[in-house]
């Protein structure tokens, strides 16, 4: 088990900052290969791995406990830093591990949801009430009893129903879990895939090998699932239920490595992030070793993107190791995260979008 002790270590830093399956054994369409050189749009230096864009608002979490939770800045007006929302503690407005997981229009504005895993607690923002500095900024507030132990993805389905990934003390594990509000119980769907070894695994062993995260169609009823080590995506409807998976070139090979040599040297990352539109999936691709990204020696990754379909159109060559993209196919932008460099970067898709739409 010395690989996936290695990763849970790995990993679990990286988070504090249906049907019959179908197999994906499909005519392929032409991929669309182009390179991208990015261009630095903040002059200050970033502490952090992930954010999250809200129309023309882009939320950086910061990491070191400190200061402000989220720096909030202006993609129509150069960039410039708008506000703030958050402090790091214990007080109702206050957090210790939070992310912004889902966002969803009403009206003029956005409700943003919010889960700080540490504090087991959701919390439904207004974005209209963090612009205006208003006294009290959440909609909605609720906690989670600690026993389902979830990660950080908590997607809104419905007034009462979320999607989650489970955290490190699960015990009945799923690639997903549904959790309903209003009896504060979750359900979950089957472990895909299921190595020969799962059943001998400590619940951590298990939390770093199946480390996974989510992201919604925006009409809510398709689920897309991505996986660090293992090469592969997963479709599942609204109810958990698994409609199609998609086969990654090393799939094979992983799946293998995991299964039968436990090898640390051979252990290998591959999808990091997902952003998601109406008609396209955007994945953060590295394919890289253990080493590799400890060390942060990567020169460049991948960005694959599909169709709902689970057809691949393109894939973007990026220069610099990010851990966290955001799409904005509206000004033909992807936003991505370079923590070596302590930068943003930000690349212009819009010539890939006309080719591949």
């Known amino acids: 088990m010395k690989v996936i002790n290695s990763i849970a270590c790995i990993l679990f830093v990286l988070f504090i900052s249906s049907c019959t399956s179908e197999n994906s054994v499909k005519e392929e369409k032409e991929v669309l290969k182009v390179s991208l050189e990015g261009k630095v749009i903040l002059p200050e230096e970033i502490k952090g791995r992930v954010m999250t864009r809200v129309d023309n608002l882009l939320f950086f979490y910061q990491t070191g406990g400190e200061g402000d939770v989220f720096k909030i800045y202006d993609l129509d007006n150069n960039y410039k830093l708008v506000g703030a929302y958050g ?5 109702p407005e206050e957090y210790l591990a939070p992310r912004i997981t889902d966002k969803e229009k009403v009206g003029n504005d956005y409700i943003l949801t919010i889960y700080d895993r540490f504090k087991n607690k959701v919390s439904a923002v207004s974005l209209n009430a963090i612009i205006n500095n208003s006294e009290d900024k959440a909609v909605d507030r609720f906690s989670i009893d600690p026993k389902h132990s979830m990660n950080q993805d908590f997607l809104k389905i419905d007034e009462q129903t979320y999607v989650a990934t489970p955290g490190m003390e699960a015990t009945n594990r799923g690639r997903i879990h549904i959790y309903d509000e209003s009896t504060q119980e979750f359900s979950h769907n089957d472990m895909i895939p299921k190595v020969a070894v799962y059943d001998n695994m400590e619940s951590y062993e298990k939390y770093a090998l199946y480390m996974t995260k989510l992201a919604k169609h925006p009409s809510k009823d398709k689920i ?6 293992f090469d592969r995506l997963d479709f599942y409807n609204s109810k958990g239920e698994h409609l199609q998976e998609v086969l990654g070139p090393e799939y094979e090979s992983e799946f293998a490595r995991v299964n039968m040599d436990g090898n640390s040297d051979n252990a290998k990352f ?11 999936i955007y994945t953060l691709y590295l394919n890289e070793t253990l080493e590799t990204y400890i060390t942060q020696d990567i020169s460049d990754v991948g960005i694959k993107i599909y169709d709902w379909d689970g057809d691949q159109l393109a894939e973007i060559s990026i220069p610099n190791f990010l851990t966290s993209i955001e799409i904005d196919e509206v000004r033909g932008k992807l936003y991505g995260i370079a923590p070596s460099e302590e930068k943003i970067l ?4 819009s010539e890939v979008l006309k080719q591949i739409k």
Do not use: A, H, P, R
């Not at 402090?87 to 007080?91: E, K, P």
């Not at 897309?224 to 080590?229: A, L």
């Not at 930000?346 to 898709?349: F, L, N, S, T, V």
């Open 87 to 91: 402090t790091f503690g214990d007080g």
């Open 224 to 229: 897309v699932s991505i996986m660090f080590s």
């Open 270 to 280: 591959f999808y990091q992030d997902v952003s998601v539109s109406e008609n396209l």
């Open 346 to 349: 930000e690349y212009d898709i």
